[in-house]
């Protein structure tokens, strides 16, 4: 698989300041959760923000684009991230339109590879869900510091 990384730089809203977006498209990536990794934190770093919350929205991102990944393996995977203030949108789209599906780890089975995800999105974020899109869904996450 080639590497094709189209980031859109990180932009700011003229209307509101504080409210930052950037998108990155990752095409037939062979590692996207490290590429988005990467992008996110060089999107963030300018932020302000703790870094338990810039670490916490590294591990959501890596755990919902592997799962788009895996669920829809070869197509485009999209990430998103919008701040505003001490918050922060993590939504990854793909072209499956299954729902993802939460499984709680088994605590007996310290191999178990699978199902722990979404168990730690939901632990780390204030919110998740998920919306169908017109061609698959996009999965989302709300991130907020404490205090």
């Known amino acids: 698989m080639t590497i094709t990384a189209q980031p859109v730089s990180p932009q700011r809203q003229p209307q509101n300041p504080e409210l930052q977006s950037s998108t990155l498209m990752l095409l037939a990536e062979?590692?996207?959760s490290s590429a988005a990794r990467r992008h996110a934190r060089q999107a963030l770093s300018c932020r302000g923000l703790l870094q338990q919350t810039v670490d916490d929205v590294l591990v959501v991102?890596?755990?919902l684009v592997t799962n788009a990944e895996q669920h829809a393996p070869g197509g485009?995977?999209?990430l998103?991230?919008?701040v505003h203030k001490a918050r922060v949108l993590v939504a990854v789209s793909d072209r499956c339109p299954t729902p993802p599906a939460t499984a709680l780890p088994d605590p007996?089975?310290?191999e178990q590879e699978c199902g722990r995800g979404l168990f730690l999105v939901r632990a780390l974020s204030a919110s998740f869900g998920h919306v169908k899109t017109e061609d698959g869904k996009t999965v989302w996450a709300w991130i907020v510091e404490p205090g």
Do not use: C, F, K, Y
């Open 30 to 32: 062979r590692r996207p």
């Open 61 to 63: 991102i890596a755990e």
């Open 76 to 78: 485009p995977v999209e």
């Open 80 to 82: 998103h991230l919008v």
């Open 108 to 110: 007996s089975n310290d």
